[in-house]
């Protein structure tokens, strides 16, 4: 085997032991930092399409709520003696019945039935 021979052969035993530590110890910490992104990019995945299925709920409730009030008033709108005003104790009983609605007893509602609630 000629000196040249022997540069090669060792080069390339180098070469492979360097290789093969740099695959197995990770000395630049290039291996645990791929996997960390990896591992964040996934979690960041799963949380964007629960998410996603949330906000999805949200709108298809709200839009059936929406469709629900607007059924709703053309109902009302449509019924015979609409064009009528209230008598004033319907209107205010009406009043203090959605008033109820929106504060139940013991709420600690700060307005009187009837009366507007004050905008925070």
Known sequence: MTKLSAYIVGGVILAAAL?????TFDPWGLRK?????????TQQAAVATKTTE???RVVRSEVIIRNQAQGAVEHVEQAQGADQPLPAAVGLAVRAGVDGLRHPAGSGADHAPGEPQSAM
């Open 19 to 23: 290789l093969f530590a740099s695959l």
């Open 33 to 41: 930092r791929a996997e960390t992104r990896a591992v964040t990019a």
């Open 54 to 56: 949330v906000l999805d």
